[in-house]
């Protein structure tokens, strides 16, 4: 089943940005006001495993988490009216982003460098990516992701506005959007 031919009022909504930037929180807003399913890959892909994201990267690596996330990514963004979280690497791959502009809304949580920073102690734990690297090394690790989420439907800066801010913006954007189109 593909979602290409799928009313927009019915794709399903995915959610990308760098880690820590809020996609989790906002997508289970979103989910809630618009009465659809979230899905955070990560928390899946963990619930899968039973463990935790560093602890699955340290025991099947990289490669392998990666070709499972994907997996999950097809999955789920092939399906109706879910709200989808992707974690923040996943738009690395090539065929994830294909797949989630052709079949779903994807929104991008976009950050400034100076506020995300203040997250980085809250996130650094529990990121498997920025452990061992310096704050230089994150800082362009950053930068080169920002470029991998300027394939989007829409982008959002979240600086200086709150979660419900952003998923009211956010949902209003879309009742608008499909109201236009069923005119």
């Given at each position: 089943?593909?979602?290409k031919?799928?009313?927009?009022?019915?794709?399903?909504i995915?959610?990308?940005?760098?880690?820590?930037?809020?996609?989790?929180?906002?997508?289970?807003?979103?989910?809630?006001?618009?009465?659809?399913t979230f899905?955070?890959?990560?928390h899946?892909?963990?619930?899968e495993?039973?463990?935790?994201?560093p602890e699955?990267?340290?025991t099947?690596?990289?490669?392998?988490?990666?070709?499972k996330?994907k997996?999950?990514?097809?999955?789920?963004c092939?399906?109706?009216?879910k709200?989808?979280?992707?974690?923040?690497g996943?738009?690395?791959?090539?065929?994830?982003?294909?797949?989630?502009?052709?079949?779903?809304?994807?929104?991008?949580?976009?950050?400034?460098w100076d506020s995300?920073?203040?997250?980085?102690?809250i996130?650094?734990?529990?990121r498997?990516?920025?452990?061992?690297?310096s704050?230089?090394?994150?800082?362009?690790?950053?930068?080169?992701?920002?470029?991998?989420?300027?394939?989007?439907?829409?982008k959002?800066?979240?600086?200086?506005?709150?979660?419900?801010?952003?998923?009211?913006?956010?949902?209003?954007?879309?009742?608008l959007?499909?109201?236009?189109?069923d005119?």
């Amino acid at each position: 089943m593909t979602n290409k031919n799928v009313s927009p009022r019915e794709k399903s909504i995915v959610f990308i940005g760098f880690m820590g930037v809020g996609k989790t929180t906002i997508g289970k807003l979103v989910a809630q006001k618009l009465y659809r399913t979230f899905i955070d890959i990560d928390h899946e892909i963990e619930k899968e495993y039973n463990m935790p994201i560093p602890e699955i990267f340290n025991t099947i690596g990289e490669e392998a988490f990666r070709k499972k996330e994907k997996s999950m990514i097809t999955t789920f963004c092939n399906q109706k009216l879910k709200v989808i979280s992707l974690g923040g690497g996943a738009f690395l791959q090539e065929e994830i982003r294909d797949l989630c502009i052709a079949n779903c809304i994807v929104f991008a949580l976009d950050i400034s460098w100076d506020s995300w920073k203040e997250r980085l102690n809250i996130i650094i734990d529990n990121r498997p990516v920025l452990q061992g690297r310096s704050i230089e090394e994150i800082e362009e690790l950053f930068y080169k992701r920002k470029e991998i989420y300027s394939t989007h439907n829409s982008k959002l800066s979240t600086d200086n506005l709150d979660v419900e801010e952003i998923a009211e913006y956010i949902t209003d954007s879309l009742k608008l959007a499909w109201e236009l189109y069923d005119n």
